[in-house]
């Protein structure tokens, strides 16, 4: 197969600029985005009447007849494999699943197979979106190895381009469950002096922050102010578990969805999660707060305990709104089982 050319015509009153122009006339069905036309325009891939326009800001007139090169979709180096995929929905566009804690969502170089990827490349046996000129699934989004949880993947190119666009307008809903150390208490001074926190209606903890990499620990993020990527967490408490409270069962709402977002914020917050190896902390149950049996399962908890339980978007090709709900696993729900024991 030999690259295709898409010709636009550019209609009346166009954008000044070439980029903006094409993304407003070119059709809907080639599903190309203006980060995806930019992208072409620098690589030498649009041309009119024969001449190269290497630059977006480039200017068009109306009539103007763009032709814009795409290059053949590349088959992706990554191998399909049968594995379990606990499929929530699916139709031409996008499929959603839930992911276990333990799986990765993409091959890395320590992971090479047996990760959420490999699996989708095998479940749709060929229909993938081609974004980026290669063929694979179109994940717009993860959730760490060791959470479980929600993920939509685009099929298709246009389903890939709209969920990424809702995903960088933080308008996709994301609903975490978590179990955390101690008791977020609204009313407590300490979590209320805490930088970063405020207190909204409700008793919905605001955490608000820069994350980057740590200075020093180049695996973890870590908190800062004016200084990285801005992230915003909502947290809310659902339950609390022993006298006086030891664990306390946790809605945490993305606003923003940084790497390690919610594990971060909550120990910033004073609150880590159970069983996380790296942000949790390890804290001890306090000995008469609650039975044995219970303080031993949250000490020998073995992953961090966060779980994706609600995802909610508008479907980038029918506009139509659908969300996702997915009940806790059975280690989180052993354990919660165990607390109120």
């Known amino acids: 197969m030999s690259d295709s050319i898409l010709r636009v015509t550019i209609g ?32 030498g891939a649009v041309r009119r009447e024969g001449e190269v326009l290497s630059d977006p800001k480039a200017k068009v007139t109306e009539g103007d007849v763009i032709e814009v090169q795409l290059p053949e979709v590349a088959q992706s180096h990554i ?46 046996g060929g229909k993938l979106s081609g974004v980026g000129g290669v063929g694979r699934p179109g994940i717009v989004h993860r959730i760490d190895k060791d959470t479980s949880g929600l993920l939509v993947i685009a099929k298709s190119d246009r389903a890939h381009h709209g969920l990424a666009e809702q995903f960088a307008a933080h308008s996709v809903e994301r609903i975490y469950h978590a179990l955390v150390h101690g008791h977020p208490d609204t009313g407590d001074p300490r979590l209320r002096g805490v930088r970063g926190v405020s207190i909204e209606p409700g008793a919905v903890i605001k955490i608000t922050s820069d994350l980057a990499r740590h200075k020093t620990d180049r695996q973890k993020q870590a908190v800062f102010f004016g200084h990285g990527k801005h992230a915003i967490t909502r947290a809310r408490v659902l339950e609390t578990f022993g006298t006086p409270p030891q664990v306390s069962l946790v809605e945490c709402r993305l606003e923003t969805g940084r790497t390690h977002q919610i594990r ?72 919660i089982t165990l607390l109120r024991g």
């Open 12 to 43: 009346a009153g166009p954008p000044p600029r070439l980029d903006k122009a094409l993304a407003r006339d070119v059709p809907e069905e080639a599903a190309l985005s203006r980060t995806r036309l930019a992208k072409l325009i620098e690589e």
């Open 79 to 124: 191998a399909a494999e049968e594995l379990p995929l606990d499929v929530r929905y699916e139709d031409d566009d996008l499929i959603v699943v839930m992911k276990p804690a333990g799986m990765v969502v993409h091959p890395a170089p320590g992971t090479p197979g047996g990760t959420l990827v490999n699996a989708l490349l095998h479940h749709f």
């Open 264 to 335: 971060v914020h909550m120990a910033h917050a004073g609150h880590g999660l159970v069983g996380d190896p790296v942000y949790g902390g390890r804290r001890k149950v306090a000995k008469d707060a609650m039975p044995e049996a219970a303080r031993a399962a949250v000490a020998g908890f073995d992953r961090q305990a966060l779980h994706a339980a609600v995802l909610g978007f508008e479907h980038p090709v029918s506009g139509e709104t659908i969300r996702f709900e997915a009940a806790l696993p059975e280690d989180m729900a052993d354990l």
